[in-house]
């Protein structure tokens, strides 16, 4: 196998094409560039651990220029990894609003000064007008939910 360097902005372009958990950067490659590929598909709950650790420890969510982006991009991710799961954050609430939605009309209906976003890439909005030790806390509930254990639920949310 041979590395390459590229530019942040192309490797952010191959990883927003990331379909299906476990797909590397090659994978990415060689179906945008429509190469062959005679790989078998991987779908395990260890790949899908390794592949949030993976997007997460790239420089993307660093490069994120406030806690609201890195909060989105974060939860983002997860969806990626978890799609078919995820709609289970939207039982995760506070002791007065609701925290996700299929709609920004449901949490701005929910409460005040929600701030509603759209997490991106996904059918789902997230309430951004909390502290940043709110988020924290949502992002390892969103973690727990989709079947982390607490100790790697902690190291997601360590990355905000």
Same mark, same amino acid.
């Given at each position: 196998?041979?590395?390459?360097?590229?530019?942040?902005?192309?490797?952010?372009?191959?990883?927003?094409?990331?379909?299906?958990?476990?797909?590397?950067?090659?994978?990415?490659?060689?179906?945008? =560039?429509?190469?062959? %590929? %005679?790989?078998?598909?991987?779908? #395990?709950?260890?790949?899908?651990?390794?592949?949030?650790? %993976?997007?997460?420890?790239?420089?993307?969510? &660093?490069?994120?220029?406030?806690?609201?982006?890195?909060?989105?991009?974060?939860? #983002?991710?997860?969806?990626?990894?978890?799609?078919?799961?995820? #709609?289970?954050?939207?039982?995760?609430?506070?002791?007065?609003?609701?925290?996700?939605? &299929?709609?920004?009309?449901?949490? =701005?209906?929910?409460?005040?000064? *929600?701030?509603?976003?759209? @997490?991106?890439?996904?059918?789902?909005?997230? @309430?951004?007008?909390? %502290? *940043?030790?709110?988020?924290?806390?949502?992002?390892?509930?969103?973690?727990?939910? =989709?079947?982390?254990?607490?100790?790697?639920?902690?190291? @997601?949310?360590?990355?905000?």
């Amino acid at each position: 196998m041979k590395r390459i360097d590229i530019d942040d902005d192309l490797y952010a372009y191959i990883a927003s094409h990331t379909r299906k958990i476990g797909e590397s950067a090659s994978d990415i490659l060689r179906r945008l =560039l429509d190469v062959n %590929n %005679n790989e078998p598909e991987v779908d #395990s709950k260890s790949t899908q651990t390794e592949s949030v650790f %993976n997007r997460l420890n790239e420089q993307d969510v &660093r490069i994120q220029k406030s806690v609201v982006a890195r909060f989105l991009y974060i939860l #983002s991710m997860l969806y990626r990894c978890h799609s078919s799961e995820f #709609s289970q954050v939207l039982d995760i609430r506070g002791r007065d609003r609701q925290y996700f939605a &299929r709609s920004e009309e449901a949490l =701005l209906t929910s409460g005040n000064s *929600t701030n509603p976003k759209q @997490i991106p890439d996904s059918p789902f909005w997230v @309430i951004t007008n909390t %502290n *940043t030790t709110k988020k924290k806390s949502m992002l390892t509930q969103v973690a727990e939910k =989709l079947g982390y254990d607490s100790v790697d639920a902690e190291k @997601i949310r360590d990355f905000l």
